[in-house]
């Protein structure tokens, strides 16, 4: 779940967006189900929800044969991305939750062009 100073508009906008490459232990639909305060800012996306859940229970037994060597390759590739952007990490956010490789911060950005449009059209 992210903490309440990361819960905005712009994150929840994120978060609906992704698209799960790969899943273990139902670990997508957790994540959902752990940021359901998502549906406060995009309740429309509730649908989306709903529609991703059916069709990972059609997919978890399929998803139950992938071999737990894949755990150790993310484990891999986690060491890997953080040792690579050692010397150039400036607003990334890396640890053991989350790893953000994104330079720029748009969620400033984006909100302040949201909350400026809401006032242009009178919302």
Avoid: C, G
């Amino acid at each position: 779940m992210f903490e309440n100073n990361r819960q905005n508009l712009y994150t929840a906008h994120e978060i609906v967006q992704l698209k799960s490459m790969f899943e273990r232990n139902n670990i997508y639909n957790k994540f959902l189900s752990a940021n359901r305060w998502v549906l406060k800012y995009l309740p429309n996306a509730r649908e989306r929800i709903k529609n991703y859940e059916s069709r990972i229970m059609r997919k978890e037994k399929r998803l139950f044969m992938i071999h737990y060597s894949l755990f150790i390759l993310e484990r891999v590739a986690k060491i890997f991305q953080i040792w690579y952007m050692r010397d150039d990490k400036t607003n990334e956010t890396v640890n053991d939750r989350i790893l953000a490789f994104h330079p720029f911060e748009y969620k400033e950005y984006a909100l302040k062009e949201y909350n400026k449009r809401l006032k242009q059209y009178e919302i």
